[in-house]
């Protein structure tokens, strides 16, 4: 008797009443709800992290290109024109270049083909490359073209100036497009070229040489001897924000500023050839 007695007050010592249990279950899933929220807050921080370094490579890649094509860009003095950068109007900014076309022995062309001397035309084009619909407004898709070197020669050498754009690049083939593809979600394509020379003092100086068409050749002494590369992109997310505000489905959303607060820029100064042939 003694024995049954000590174990049912020994039961309810150890038993929980309803209201810990209930007490307990709110905790837990107040904790769960905490952990979630951290948890997704890391996700979304590692997610853009890694938006962030993949654009970033992907800007350095096309640095790469440009930079690549520019240090061996080919002139000649025979009153043609070997270089041309058209510069337009954009939403962010007065002298965003539109569309750069020159001669350069492109590493990636066709060996097999005569010649070293191909036509590369860089182009940005407010067109997405794999469903072909056009991006929002202010956002461009970069796309580079070359053309091989024997129909450089033949068709196109010293002669920039003539060519329709979609001897370079025709955005109604949607492989064409798709295969020339080079970097999306651009908000501004820059490049700047600058001379150098001597002062009256006898100081090296670097001038900018500005025009909404900058065409080359020109006098000797307004031949460009840097070109500084500037890109500006917006990560995939600030892209879904941009397309989100565009369509109106959220008022409080506003594009320039999403450009503005966004946009990231990669840069790069590259040297021109010496004088030309």
């Known amino acids: 008797m003694t024995t049954q007695r000590q174990y049912r007050f020994t039961f309810k010592v150890s038993a929980f009443t309803l209201v810990e249990v209930l007490f307990a279950s709110v905790l837990m899933v107040v904790?769960?709800?905490?952990?979630l929220y951290m948890s997704n807050d890391l996700i979304y921080s590692w997610r853009g992290a890694t938006d962030d370094y993949a654009q970033g490579m992907e800007a350095d890649i096309v640095l790469d290109y440009l930079a690549d094509d520019l240090s061996g860009a080919f002139f000649r003095n025979d009153g043609n024109t070997w270089l041309i950068s058209d510069q337009g109007?954009?939403?962010t900014a007065t002298d965003n270049t539109l569309w750069l076309r020159f001669f350069t022995p492109a590493r990636d062309r066709d060996r097999s083909r005569s010649g070293d001397?191909?036509?590369?035309s860089y182009r940005?084009?407010?067109i997405k490359p794999l469903s072909g619909s056009s991006t929002p407004e202010g956002i461009f898709s970069l796309f580079r073209?070359?053309?091989e070197a024997d129909e450089s020669f033949r068709e196109i050498q010293g002669n920039l100036?003539?060519?329709e754009e979609s001897r370079f690049h025709d955005f109604s083939d949607s492989r064409a497009v798709e295969e020339s593809f080079l970097l999306g979600n651009i908000v501004s394509f820059k490049v700047r070229f600058y001379t150098r020379g001597l002062n009256p003092d006898g100081i090296w100086e670097r001038h900018e040489i500005v025009g909404q068409s900058?065409?080359?050749p020109r006098p000797a002494a307004l031949r460009p001897t840097y070109a500084e590369i500037a890109l500006t992109v917006l990560s995939p997310r600030a892209a879904q924000l941009l397309a989100t505000a565009e369509e109106g489905l959220h008022p409080s959303l506003e594009a320039k500023k999403i450009i503005e607060t966004n946009g990231q820029t990669y840069s790069r100064f590259v040297h021109l050839p010496?004088?030309?042939l």
Not at 31 to 35: D, H, I, K, N
Not at 117 to 120: G, R, T
């Open 31 to 35: 904790l769960a709800a905490l952990v």
């Open 89 to 91: 109007p954009s939403q």
């Open 117 to 120: 001397l191909n036509a590369v």
């Open 124 to 126: 940005l084009y407010p």
């Open 145 to 147: 073209m070359v053309v």
């Open 161 to 163: 100036e003539n060519l």
């Open 214 to 216: 900058v065409g080359f």
């Open 274 to 276: 010496g004088d030309p």
